[in-house]
């Protein structure tokens, strides 16, 4: 019942800035988060906001650069991301966890962002 609807995404140039935004339909969940799928990669978590409380947590690679926020009357969650690197290209999905305690269970379609040095 919850979908997950991503927008931005692009191509820039390294130390350019971008924001990621995803509109959860349907119930609250506990927490939202993005990860990302670079090339040949598995894909790795980048950054998660609690729905409630609003802790958040990032992985260390972007710590500093990427700000992950909410707004939880509109079911809201942004990414920003600043000075941008090669590195942090690929696919970043938006997903949601319904409870404490579990994985993500929702997943949005995906947004391209590719950084040229």
């Known amino acids: 019942q919850v979908q997950l609807v991503e927008s931005g995404g692009g191509l820039v140039q390294a130390g350019d800035s971008l924001r990621l935004s995803c509109v959860a339909s349907?119930?609250?969940?506990?927490?939202m988060g993005w990860l990302r799928q670079a090339p040949g990669k598995e894909r790795e978590f980048v950054a998660e906001i609690r729905w409630s409380g609003g802790s958040t947590y990032y992985k260390d690679s972007v710590k500093g650069r990427f700000t992950i926020s909410r707004d939880n009357a509109k079911n809201t969650v942004d990414l920003q991301m600043n000075s941008l690197k090669p590195e942090d290209t690929g696919v970043y999905y938006c997903?949601?966890?319904?409870?404490?305690?579990?994985?993500?269970?929702?997943w949005g379609q995906g947004a391209q962002v590719t950084v040229s040095s």
């Open positions: 349907g119930r609250t969940s506990f927490a």
């Open positions: 997903a949601a966890a319904a409870t404490g305690g579990t994985g993500y269970n929702y």
